[in-house]
């Protein structure tokens, strides 16, 4: 699958949650809260999630494992370039 250049900004937005909550590097947020919350706060559709975890996991950004999404060194270095989320 290609990975198109809003594949990086739903990434982002992935990213954004786990920022929202306050989480480091090796915190795990489970994938159903994350998708709820992806969806719920309009961030893009189901195809966009997918699209986003793709580009995460292939950037190192993020792990899956369990049903369960571990945010990485790499992933949490990425996150602070994020504005604040409010």
Same mark, same amino acid.
């Given at each position: 699958m290609t990975n198109l250049p809003a594949d990086g900004d739903y990434a982002r937005a992935v990213l954004s949650i786990f920022?929202?909550?306050?989480?480091?590097?090796? #915190?795990?947020l489970s994938l159903s809260e994350v998708r709820a919350a992806f !969806?719920?706060?309009n961030m893009g559709r189901d195809a966009d999630f997918e699209a986003a975890? #793709?580009?995460a996991t292939s950037r190192g950004w993020l792990a899956i494992? !369990?049903?369960w999404i571990r945010l990485t060194p790499p992933g949490a270095e990425e996150m602070q370039t994020l504005p604040a989320f409010g």
């Open positions: 920022k929202a909550r306050s989480l480091r590097a090796r #915190q795990s !969806l719920l706060k975890l #793709q580009f494992a !369990l049903d």
